[in-house]
């Protein structure tokens, strides 16, 4: 496809996966495509800090998009180019609900996210896990709702049960209507919140069309879970891993193998090279 321009890449599930590294063939692959002129971008629902090192790892040099789409920042000088955190008033909110349900399963964990910091009450084993896998730091504050006088970037709640994150998801979705605010997985054990019309895509398409200057039909994506499914759908090319689930599979350009067996180099060499 010559018309693309520009490919824009999910990290987990995509470009990562068990061993939270880039495989060799992956990273060649890019670099290849990449001297050919195409220009390569991260859409994460990682924090910024968190996807600094894989920008570094393939050599992206296009700014970073963060938090689902809430932040976008350029790595080559700090230059915070977007931030949308979601509103203080449905923050209050959602905390709320997140601690009623909290206080009937105490596996619930909530995190949210301040000035690219995490925040959480408590260390358990899965927090303990998911911040050495971020590869960041974390702030233990008593009573998160002291901190709830600021719109936080993201809001994140995690359990271990799939069915119990989807229950909360779809209740919240009767709750706030998507001008509200934007719930999302990017893990079957995550559930997602951020600021009204704030995703991978609408990102996806400021940092396209406002900053660089292309269109949609330029654009190839690769993703592989529910909160690539904006910007799969805004690309004029898009592609779903193998590991996808079979609605985000079904709306995509085409579909390449899963994230343990580079499928994104797989794509790469099949779509650009």
Do not use: C
């Not at 939270?20 to 990273?27: A, F, G, I, L, T």
């Not at 890019?30 to 859409?43: F, H, M, P, S």
């Not at 600094?52 to 976008?72: T, V």
Request: overall charge negative; aromatic content about 8%.
């Amino acid at each position: 496809m010559k018309n693309i321009k520009v490919l824009i890449l999910d990290i987990d599930g995509t470009i990562s996966g068990e061993s939270n590294q880039v495989n060799d063939q992956v990273k060649k692959a890019i670099q290849e495509v990449q001297n050919r002129g195409i220009k390569i971008g991260l859409a994460t629902g990682r924090m910024y800090r968190s996807a600094l090192r894989f920008y570094h790892d393939i050599k992206a040099n296009l700014p970073i998009i963060a938090y689902n789409g809430a932040w976008i920042q350029n790595p080559e000088n700090g230059e915070i180019l977007l931030h949308n955190p979601v509103h203080k008033k449905q923050a209050q909110e959602l905390f709320t609900y997140l601690k009623t349900k909290q206080n009937i399963n105490d596996d619930i964990e909530i995190h949210f996210y301040f000035d690219d910091q995490l925040y959480v009450e408590r260390i358990t084993e899965k927090t303990d896990f998911y911040i050495k896998r971020s590869g960041i730091d974390v702030n233990i504050v008593e009573d998160l709702t002291i901190l709830l006088q600021n719109n936080p970037t993201k809001i994140l709640a995690s359990n271990p049960s799939p069915e119990l994150i989807l229950q909360m998801l779809n209740d919240l979705k009767n709750r706030y209507q998507d001008h509200e605010l934007y719930l999302t997985q990017s893990n079957p054990i995550y559930l997602e919140a951020t600021q009204a019309n704030v995703n991978k895509g609408t990102s996806v398409k400021y940092l396209v069309e406002k900053i660089l200057g292309f269109k949609a039909e330029e654009i190839m994506t690769i993703g592989d879970n529910f909160n690539d499914y904006s910007m799969l759908k805004y690309a004029g090319f898009s592609v779903a891993m193998g590991n996808a689930p079979e609605e985000v599979k079904a709306m995509t350009s085409a579909v390449t193998n899963d994230v343990e067996n580079d499928g994104v180099a797989e794509a790469i060499i099949n779509y650009l090279l």
